[in-house]
């Protein structure tokens, strides 16, 4: 079965096809760079590098670009704040950004262009656009005229009457129709400026994309990514001036991430309810926040709360402890025909569900039920395998490990030093307790034994005892 992507465009499941079967090309929104990035939109550039990953995985070469708006109303407003100028609010915020999408073990774009960086190649859009009538000047500003093109609304799939009743709310006197945007804003007195052929001013949000897309991708690219709030109109409005100025489709899939929400809210600067990147990366592992991130297929809305951070911290420790033990067989060989262990059919049958998920419109939950179902089946079967077994333990860890990697679960080589070997050395102690512990329950030692218990409940770290082993999870902070 080949692979199928929710198109938003089209508001169905489509077979995937790229236009270049040699090489995918993504254009994903990347911030707007006035301040740390937090969880919502680690949510939307998470979902963009697993697409990649799964993507390279199933042996297709990709090109990602990804930009920085770095001029805007609020990086502005934020500079004058703080007293700094706004190349400088907009420099440490990029790198920023950059760290933290690190630390979240995402890969850097191909391309990460700059919207400050490419004034000309927009001047030169919006030049064609006026040269077709789709634009206007008024007082040194250029507005794009909708009514030029007859597909505005298919994106957002709306009829012009919802349009007008929509854009009325905002009076612009210079707009010829409510529902026209800006390109080039002509210029305020202390704000950074541009020359162009309308006089000094600063380009429009929506006219950076296009420009930057077609600039780095080509007039028309394979998949364009974002949060579920930029679909309208940010990404209808890249449409309108693409497609008017080129003639020809200008993203094939339209792919919009849902919002991470906050005691059932979206999670957004302007909402102040946010949680930092930089701070959830402080008080758990990368490959926990990637979990908890992906625990959700990426067009449903996923709620953020400890509760799920614990689970997935919960998670972690399961897949960990599996990978560990199964590690010590890697490399083992010696399969053959008359190898019948049911595990054997139980690692195949993970990696069919798991292709299968990904393919369907990269769906990480299922993705993730198809590697959780095959740790426990690794994790009943370890008592009663024979040696003939080794081999299937050794499939079973590659299995996984491959899986887990595509999805950045496991072994992140980058963050490891940061935060890993702390997580690694809890645990090591955690274990060491409760080895200690086993050896006073062995000697009807009670006390001891019961003291260890209750002590590390005290630290939030609840143990149950089963027939076999014992096992421990924190428990809320
Ligand atoms: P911004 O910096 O606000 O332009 O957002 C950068 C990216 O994060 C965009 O693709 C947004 O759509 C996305 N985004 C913002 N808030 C959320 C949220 N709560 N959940 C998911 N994605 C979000
Ligand atoms: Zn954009």
């Given at each position: 079965m080949g692979m199928k992507i929710y198109n938003s465009l089209n508001r169905r499941l489509e077979d995937f096809e790229p236009l270049n079967p040699e090489q995918v090309t993504i254009y994903s929104c990347g911030p707007t760079v006035y301040d740390y990035i937090h969880m919502g939109n680690a949510r939307t550039a998470l979902v963009t590098d697993i697409?990649?990953?799964?993507?390279?995985?199933?042996?297709?070469?990709?090109?990602?670009?990804?930009?920085?708006?770095?001029?805007?109303?609020?990086?502005?407003?934020?500079?004058?704040?703080?007293?700094?100028?706004?190349?400088?609010?907009?420099?440490?915020?990029?790198?920023?950004?950059?760290?933290?999408?690190?630390?979240?073990?995402?890969?850097?774009?191909?391309?990460?262009?700059?919207a400050t960086e490419h004034i000309r190649e927009m001047i030169d859009l919006i030049q064609i656009l006026i040269d077709k009538g789709a634009a206007y000047v008024v007082d040194g500003s250029v507005y794009y005229r909708v009514d030029q093109f007859a597909e505005y609304g298919k994106l957002s799939n709306r009829k012009p009457e919802d349009l007008l009743a929509g854009a009325r709310v905002e009076?612009?006197?210079?707009?010829?129709?409510?529902?026209?945007?800006?390109?080039?804003?002509?210029?305020?007195?202390?704000?950074?400026?541009?020359?162009?052929?309308?006089?000094?001013?600063?380009?429009?949000?929506?006219?950076?994309?296009?420009?930057?897309?077609?600039?780095?991708?080509?007039?028309?690219?394979?998949?364009?990514?974002?949060?579920?709030?930029?679909?309208?109109?940010?990404?209808?409005?890249?449409?309108?001036?693409?497609?008017?100025?080129?003639?020809?489709?200008?993203?094939?899939?339209?792919?919009?991430v849902a919002f991470l929400k906050i005691d059932g809210k979206r999670m957004?600067?302007?909402?102040?309810?946010?949680?930092?990147?930089?701070?959830?990366?402080?008080?758990?592992?990368?490959?926990?926040?990637?979990?908890?991130?992906?625990?959700?297929?990426?067009?449903?809305?996923?709620?953020?709360?400890q509760e799920s951070l614990t689970k997935s911290e919960g998670a972690l420790r399961r897949l960990n402890n599996c990978l560990d033990t199964l590690k010590q067989y890697d490399g083992e060989v010696g399969l053959n025909e008359k190898t019948d262990v049911p595990l054997?059919?139980?690692?195949?049958?993970?990696?069919?569900?798991?292709?299968?998920?990904?393919?369907?419109?990269?769906?990480?939950?299922?993705?993730?039920?198809?590697?959780?179902?095959?740790?426990?089946?690794?994790?009943?079967?370890?008592?009663?395998?024979?040696?003939?077994?080794?081999?299937?333990?050794?499939?079973?860890?590659?299995?996984?490990?491959?899986?887990?990697?595509?999805?950045?679960?496991?072994?992140?080589?980058?963050?490891?030093?940061?935060?890993?070997?702390?997580?690694?050395?809890?645990?090591?102690?955690?274990?060491?307790?409760?080895?200690?512990?086993q050896e006073a329950r062995n000697r009807k030692d009670w006390e001891t034994s019961d003291k260890i218990r209750d002590r590390l409940k005290e630290l939030n770290i609840q143990i149950q005892d089963t027939h076999h082993s014992t096992t421990w999870k924190f428990t809320t902070k």
């Open positions: 697409i990649r990953r799964y993507l390279l995985y199933k042996g297709y070469n990709v090109k990602l670009v990804q930009n920085l708006t770095d001029i805007d109303d609020k990086i502005i407003r934020r500079a004058a704040e703080l007293g700094i100028s706004v190349k400088q609010l907009a420099h440490q915020n990029g790198e920023a950004y950059f760290e933290d999408s690190q630390r979240l073990g995402i890969q850097p774009a191909d391309v990460h262009p700059k009076i612009n006197e210079e707009k010829e129709d409510p529902r026209d945007f800006d390109m080039w804003k002509a210029a305020k007195p202390g704000e950074p400026s541009w020359d162009s052929p309308w006089g000094k001013g600063r380009p429009g949000w929506h006219i950076e994309c296009s420009a930057m897309a077609m600039k780095h991708l080509g007039e028309t690219i394979d998949i364009h990514a974002g949060g579920e709030d930029l679909l309208f109109p940010h990404h209808e409005n890249e449409i309108a001036q693409s497609e008017l100025a080129t003639g020809v489709t200008f993203a094939r899939y339209w792919m919009h957004g600067k302007s909402e102040k309810n946010f949680i930092l990147l930089r701070d959830a990366l402080d008080h758990y592992p990368t490959e926990v926040i990637r979990h908890f991130l992906i625990s959700a297929h990426y067009r449903h809305p996923l709620d953020y709360n054997q059919h139980a690692v195949q049958e993970m990696k069919a569900r798991f292709t299968q998920a990904m393919d369907t419109d990269f769906n990480t939950a299922q993705a993730l039920g198809a590697i959780f179902s095959l740790v426990s089946e690794v994790n009943k079967a370890f008592n009663t395998l024979d040696e003939m077994a080794a081999p299937v333990l050794a499939e079973a860890y590659q299995a996984l490990a491959e899986t887990c990697q595509v999805l950045g679960i496991y072994n992140n080589v980058e963050t490891q030093e940061e935060t890993g070997d702390n997580v690694e050395q809890r645990d090591e102690l955690v274990k060491l307790l409760l080895e200690i512990r």
